[in-house]
């Protein structure tokens, strides 16, 4: 007999997402993911001055900042024609991969490593084993017996005061843990370094962009100039400063983030065979070496595999507007000419239309409408974008960067490659890709240098950037990876403002309800099949949630009629 569970909200995301699931003999049967959060950015670009979108978009989320306003200035830039200089281009692609780094290693220790790591059994461990142990992993140098029996001594007070802090609330104990006290115990030691490091890589936003999480862009370029004397320019005290912070980060990925990872996967390798969901991947690519519009030159390329074809990647045409369109069949949102068609961004409609249960209330009348996301589809298809994403599409087309990272991982874990497509590979993948990311920071970070050596410190171009030389009307795409996957913004300018803007988010992407077909999106779609020990505590319906990473803060917050906070669950 079918029991439906009910986890609402899922905690340690972004935003306010709702999971409901239908178990079967212990398994999930099928699913429904519900974002419970008003998209309305749009509605507030409409009538202004496209160059100031950046700014708005940026604030779609307090995590997801650089990318969108890195999205949001490539689209005026599109549907204008201009392009911008080499440096700034590097500048953005340093700003990029921060970011990056710093997302995947907070998601890494602070929003998915406690669902395999069981923080109470630390208390457990041996220090001198876990010394041993940890010594025999990596380089790092904090791992001394006294450094894990000091640790262990300040978790035992957390938990003898009956205070766990942030480690409250968590199914501590759990039948499906499996790591040994002493992987649990270097776990809980690199949360809280990792806590530390990750304030560090960020302030390369501050340089390049003012401030963080908010940094400054500009359409034609980057808001900074190169000046090695001038103390109110980039200079070369703050040059030095980025490349010790890009040194630090590869020093930390490589010493600690990897080697627990690998670590923690080898007891999880049942999992290379649970939560794959979708057969489809989609990116659409980022970093380029030679401009934008070169898509040959991207660290991340483009393309699309399908029914994990690893043989092949599929070409994307964005000037093909029935390549990539969003439908409301299961969302709240109302369509001019009815909600059975799908809608190409550039025509995209946003009309709120809440025709849901009043909170609080059981369940989702999941055969109408159950969500405030959009469902996009390409050429009809649901799609999983993000990590795992990228790293199979770069595999497929046959980088040897990609190949190196990921074969050197699956060889470590003896597992085959169809582990990739599982929640254990997408959780892999972030880090792989993070590895990725630290390497290919330096080599901006020395490009740069080099140009800036050879007399070339321009950081802006004015070409095109006057509402006078502009079209009467004008139409643009910018796309980009964040880190949870493939972003998009569309623009349609007319008489010199927004006429139409749109935002096709990755949480749209993996996170959407069913479409008109009644195919599902890949949070839905992953769970399928899922074991669950113990339906009062759904621990692996958040291991693959999270695996994901969600983030579902394009939007304002849903309130009642009167404008009063209505009810909150409280889950791990």
């Known amino acids: ?80 024609d201009i392009k911008i200089p080499p440096n700034a281009e590097l500048i953005r692609n340093m700003m990029f991969t921060s970011q990056l780094i710093q997302d995947h290693v907070i998601h890494f220790y602070h929003l998915h490593a406690l669902d395999w790591v069981d923080v109470v059994s630390a208390l457990k461990a041996d220090p001198l084993e876990t010394s041993k142990l ?18 262990q001594k300040r978790l035992t007070g957390f938990v003898n005061s009956g205070q766990l802090g942030i480690f409250a609330n968590g199914y501590w104990g759990h039948s499906a843990y499996k790591l040994p006290a002493e992987v649990n115990l270097i776990g809980v030691a690199h949360y809280l370094e990792a806590l530390e490091w990750q304030k560090e890589i960020i302030k390369i936003h501050t340089i390049f962009g003012g401030k963080n999480p908010h940094p400054n862009y500009l359409v034609g370029g980057v808001p900074c100039s190169i000046n090695i004397d001038e103390a109110n320019a980039i200079n070369a005290e703050r040059l030095a400063m980025v490349g010790s912070l890009f040194e630090e980060a590869k020093q930390f990925v490589e010493q600690v983030y990897i080697p627990d990872l690998m670590a923690i996967a080898s007891f999880y390798k049942d999992w290379g065979a649970i939560g794959g969901g979708l057969s489809n991947y989609m990116s659409f690519g980022d970093l380029p070496l030679n401009g934008y519009d070169d898509v040959s030159s991207y660290k991340f390329p483009r393309g699309i595999i399908m029914n994990r074809n690893l043989n092949e990647v599929v070409d994307i045409d964005l000037s093909d507007p029935e390549q990539i369109q969003e439908y409301i069949s299961h969302s709240w949102y109302d369509y001019s000419g009815g909600d059975e068609q799908g809608l190409h961004p550039w025509k995209g409609e946003t009309k709120l239309n809440y025709s849901g249960p009043k909170p609080p209330y059981d369940y989702l009348n999941v055969e109408e409408k159950y969500s405030w996301m959009k469902t996009p589809r390409w050429k009809g298809n649901a799609m999983e974008v993000g990590p795992l994403a990228r790293m199979l599409v770069g595999y497929a087309a046959g980088k040897e960067e990609f190949k190196e990272v990921v074969d050197g991982a699956l060889k470590a874990l003896d597992v085959p490659v169809t582990a990739l497509f599982s929640t254990l590979g997408r959780t892999a993948a972030r880090g792989l890709e993070t590895k990725l990311a630290t390497k290919w920071s330096l080599e901006f970070f020395n490009q740069l240098l080099a140009n ?46 927004i006429e139409n803007y749109q935002l096709v988010v990755p949480s749209t992407w993996n996170a959407s309800p069913r479409d008109h077909k009644g195919q599902r999106s890949a949070y839905e779609e992953s769970l399928i099949g899922t074991p669950i020990a113990d339906p009062d505590k759904p621990l692996e319906i958040l291991r693959t949630i999270h695996s994901f990473d969600p983030c579902i803060a394009c939007a304002v917050h849903l309130y009642d009629e009167k404008g009063t906070y209505v009810h909150q669950v409280q889950t791990f």
């Not at 995301?13 to 419970?36: C, N, P, Q």
């Not at 790092?140 to 029996?149: L, M």
Request: hydrophobic share 40%; charged share 30%.
């Open 452 to 497: 800036i050596k050879n007399g070339d410190s321009r950081t802006f171009t004015k070409d095109k950037w006057e509402p006078e030389t502009w079209p009467k009307e004008a139409k643009g795409v910018g796309l980009t990876e964040a880190p949870r996957g493939a972003l998009s913004h569309w623009i349609v300018i007319k008489d010199k403002k």
């Open 134 to 151: 940890a010594q025999s992993i990596s380089n790092w140098p904090k791992s001394s017996v006294g450094y894990f029996k000091d640790l």
């Open 1 to 80: 007999m079918a029991n439906r569970i009910v986890v609402d909200p899922i905690t340690r995301i972004e935003g306010h997402l709702r999971v409901e699931a239908k178990i079967e003999d212990g398994k999930i049967v099928d699913a429904y993911s519900s974002g419970t959060m008003v998209r309305g950015m749009e509605l507030i670009l409409k009538g202004r001055d496209p160059r100031d979108a950046w700014a708005f978009t940026e604030r779609v989320c307090g995590v997801c900042t650089t990318v969108h306003a890195l999205a949001s200035v490539r689209t005026v830039e599109n549907a204008l």
